[in-house]
C-alpha cells in the first residue's frame, strides 16, 4: 500500500511518455525520411536521364539537319550549274536531284524552284505541295540577303500515306549574288518517329523538336493534336523566348496538361530546341508503391510502440510508487541512522565528561587522609555521577521515549533538596563566570512527595544547566513554589529564571524539538546536543505536568514547569568517601579543557605529584600560552568551543622551535584505533581516553618530562 504522502507518478509517466513519443516520432521521421530520400533519389534521377538523353537528342538533330542543308546545297549547286541559258529538261532535272537526293533517306522528295515561282524539277510532286511555308519563307527573304540559310517549315500531312511530313528550303543564290530560286525538300517524320520511340516507354517518354517559336515539329508520339501545334504561354514559352540555352525543370505540358520533368536543350546553329520529358507520375509511380508498404508499416509500428509506451506508463506508474516508497524509507532509515550516530558521537564526550570527575576525585580521596576535604570531595563524586547518570539516562531515555516504554520509578521526593543538589553542581561553574545563583523557596513548600526523584533531577539539572550555558553575566534565580493541593496532591511549579542571551519568540517552538537548537552558532559557541528540552518535556509530561518558557533576546529566559505529586514522608540523603594519588616527577603541564570540574580534577591530579599546571579554556587560548610560555607536556581535550583540540595542535606545530616541539598528549572522549590514529596524523605525541585514570594520566605525562640531573 503506497504511503500516505508520497508524491503521485507523474514524473515517471512524462518520462514514459516523453521516451514513447520520440520513440514514435523517431521512427516516423526515419519513415518521412527514407521516403524523401527515395522521393529525389526518383526525381533526381529521372532529372538525369532526361538530360543525358536531350543531349544524345540535339546531337542527333544537329547531325540530322546538318545532313540535310548539305544535300540543299548540293541541289543549289547543281541548279547554278546548268548549262547557261538553256533550260535542263524535267527529266534530267529530276535525275540529277534523285542522285543527290539518294544518299539522304530521311528525304522524300527534292525539287528546284525558279525565281519566278515555277518548279523546275522535282523526284516526288506528291510529297512536296505547291506552296509551303519554307517556299514562302525564302521567297519572302530580302533580295539583298546573300543567304538566309536553312527554312524549317510547318509540318503537314501526306494525303495520300497520312504520313508527316517536315519541309525544308533553302534560296539559290547566283555567283553575281543575284537570287534565282529556291531548293526544297520534305522530312520524313517516321524517321525521327523510329529513332526515339524507343526511350524509356516506361515513365511515358516523350521527344518532341521544337521551333523557336514554339511549334511542335517532331514528337516521338506521333499524334496529330501535338505536331504543329504551338505551346500555350507557360514556363516553356517564357523558355523558349528566352536566351537560356537547356535546363531541367517540372512543368505541366502544353500539350496535354500532365506534370512532366523535362529536359531541354537548343540546337546549335538552328532556330530548333530538343526536349525529352517524362511522365513525373510515371516516374513516381515505384516510389508511391514504396510509400504505400514504408507507411503502413511505419503506422503498425508507431501504433505498438505507442500502446506499448501506453502499458509502460500503467506499469511504471506502479513502479515509480513503489520506488519512491522505498526511497521515502531508505531516506527516513538514513536519516534516523545518521541523527543517531551524531547523537551518539556527541554524547560520547558529554558522558565520558563527568566520568572523568568522578574517577578522578575517586582516586583523590582513596589517596588522601580522611580530613574535611572528604566530604567536599565525596560531595563531587556524588554529583558527577549524578550528572553521569542523567546523561547516561538521556541516551536510555532517548531509546525508550521514542518505543512508548518509559517507566517511572516512585520514590521519596524533596523538591528544595532536589534544587539545592542541581544549583550545587553549578555553582562553581556560574562562580567562575561571575554569575550569582540564589534560590527561593516559596512558603508551605511540601518536602515529603511521592515521585520519580531522578527524573525530577535529571530535568532541574538539565535547565540549570542550560541557564548556566547561555548567561554570560548577571543571575541565576531558582523558584520553587507550591501551586495549589489537588485531589491527586501538590502542585509543585519550579522556575529557572536567567539573565542570558534569550531566544527570539519565533524560535521558542524549536526549543522542546529533538536535535534542536535556536541556531547553529549556538552549538558551536556554547555546545550541546540539543537533545535535554526534549527529554525534559517528555518527562515532565509524562508524569502528568506541563513546561514552558519566556524569553526575550538579550534580556533572558524563563523557564519553568509544574508537576503534582502526592505527599509522603521525607528522603534521606547518602554519604559518599575516597581517597588521592601518589606523585611523579615534576613537570610544566599546560591542561586544555573546556571543562571547568575536568580543569580543576586535572590540575588537582598532577599537582598532587609536583606539577606545576597552567590551564585553558579552549584551543585559541592555549595556542597563545604555548608561545608564552615554556611547557613539557600539553594536555589537549579534543571537542571545544572557539578552537578544538585539533586546530590547536596544528597551530602549535607550525610554530618555530622549540615551540612547536612541546610534546602534545591527546584527551579524547574515544579510545577506538581510529580516533588514536586521528590524533597521530594530526601530530600529537600521545592519548589518554576519557574518563582519565590516575595512573594512566601520570604515566602518559611522565613519558614526556624530561628527566631531572641527579644529584650530587
Known sequence: MIATGTPPPRRVNRIIAATGGFLALGVALVAAGDLYRRHSEAIGGAERRATIVTQIVTEHVARTFDAIDRVLLASADAYLDRPAGRVASSEAGERRLRAIKSGSPMLIGLSWIDADGRRIASTDTSALPLVSTTRTEAFAASPQVATAGLFIGHPYRMSASGAWLLPVSRRIIDRAGVFVGVTEGAVDGG?????????????????????????????????????????????????????????????????????????????????????????????????????????????????????????????????????????????????????????????????????????????????????????????????????????????????IIEAGRLILREGEVDPVKIVADAVAIIAAVADGKGVVTATHIGEGVPRNLVGDRDRLRQVVANLLGNAVKFTERGRIDVTVERVRTTDGGEEIRITVADTGIGIPKEEIGRLFQRFSQVDNSIARRFGGTGLGLAICKNLVERMGGRIGVESEPGRGSRFWFTVTLPLDRPAADEPVGGIPPEAPAAGHVLVVDDNAANLSLVEAMLGAVGHQVDTARNGSIAVERVIRGDYDVVLMDLSMPVMDGFEATSRIRALPLPKSSVAIVALTASSSPEEVERCRQAGMDGHVAKPIETMALLAAVADHIRPAAPPG
Open 191 to 399: 524517321y525521327f518517329l523510329a529513332t526515339y520511340s524507343g526511350i524509356d516507354a516506361s515513365v511515358g517518354a516523350a521527344v518532341t523538336v521544337f521551333r523557336d517559336d514554339g511549334v511542335s515539329l517532331i514528337r516521338s508520339e506521333q499524334r496529330e493534336e501535338f505536331i504543329g501545334e504551338r505551346a500555350a504561354r507557360g514556363p516553356l514559352f517564357d523558355i523558349w523566348m528566352s536566351e537560356v540555352r537547356n535546363g531541367t525543370i517540372q512543368a505541366e505540358s502544353p500539350f496535354d496538361r500532365e506534370t512532366r520533368i523535362l529536359s531541354y536543350r537548343r540546337v546549335p546553329g538552328l532556330p530548333l530546341i530538343a526536349a525529352v520529358s517524362f511522365d513525373k507520375s510515371a516516374v513516381l509511380k515505384p516510389w508511391l508503391a514504396s510509400l504505400v508498404i514504408t507507411g503502413g508499416l511505419t503506422l503498425v509500428v508507431v501504433v505498438a510502440i505507442l500502446i506499448f509506451t501506453g502499458w509502460l506508463m500503467v506499469m511504471g506508474a506502479a513502479a515509480e510508487r513503489t520506488r519512491l516508497e522505498l526511497a521515502a524509507q531508505t531516506k527516513r532509515a538514513d536519516a534516523a541512522s545518521r541523527a543517531k550516530s551524531d547523537f551518539l558521537a556527541t554524547m560520547s564526550h558529554e558522558v565520558r565528561t563527568p566520568m572523568t570527575g568522578i574517577i578522578g576525585y575517586a582516586d583523590l580521596l582513596l589517596h588522601a587522609e580522611p580530613d574535611p576535604k572528604l566530604k567536599e570531595y565525596a560531595r563531587v563524586v556524588g554529583d558527577s555521577a549524578r550528572a553521569l547518570l542523567s546523561i547516561l539516562d538521556d541516551i536510555l531515555d532517548l531509546s
